[in-house]
């Protein structure tokens, strides 16, 4: 194996690249030598399987995937979307979820994603629309015009400036 140097930082990865693909993390010791670096276990039990899940690092950063692998292929994010109790006004099956896309933003979008497509980048609120029969109403915050409240639904056209106080 030899270090080398990625958009992430160093790795060990095999020199016979591109027959063998292999790569590893490691750790730079006090002394400069190098450790590789073991997945870490965590007190978690992977949904599928009931194996233990480790803690592991990919292209877009840490996650928790299965010790089972590659019989078990499940992986989970390591901050769990938060609910915020509204319900889906798409499906109004699914919950609404905070969620985090892959460049970091967050947004708002249905937990029975990919079978309701509902997304928002705008924060739901469980205040119905007094204009149309919407469920919610979502928050909107610039720098302009403040934060103000909308009904999700363009055609609507439903907006109230909110004062702060």
Avoid at 38 to 63: I, T
Avoid at 78 to 87: F, R, T, Y
Wanted: aromatic share 10%; charged share 35%.
């Amino acid at each position: 194996m030899v270090i080398k140097w990625g958009r992430n930082g160093e790795f060990l990865a095999c020199p016979q690249y591109p027959e063998c693909k292999s790569t590893k993390n490691f750790k730079r010791g006090n002394e400069g030598e190098i450790e590789i670096a073991v997945e870490e276990e965590v007190d978690e039990a992977c949904e599928k399987c009931a194996r233990p899940m480790l803690l592991r690092f990919g292209k877009f950063g840490k996650f928790l995937g299965c010790s089972g692998y590659p019989e078990c292929k499940n992986i989970q994010p390591l901050q769990k979307p938060v609910d915020l109790g509204i319900k889906c006004p798409e499906c109004k099956e699914g919950n609404i979820k905070e969620r985090k896309s892959r460049w970091g933003k967050m947004f708002y979008g249905c937990d029975k994603y990919p079978e309701c497509k509902f997304a928002s980048w705008d924060k739901p609120l469980p205040t119905p629309c007094p204009d149309c029969d919407s469920p919610i109403l979502v928050e909107k915050v610039l720098k302009r015009t403040g934060r103000t409240h909308r009904c999700y639904k363009k055609e609507c056209g439903y907006s109230i400036q909110v004062v702060e106080q």
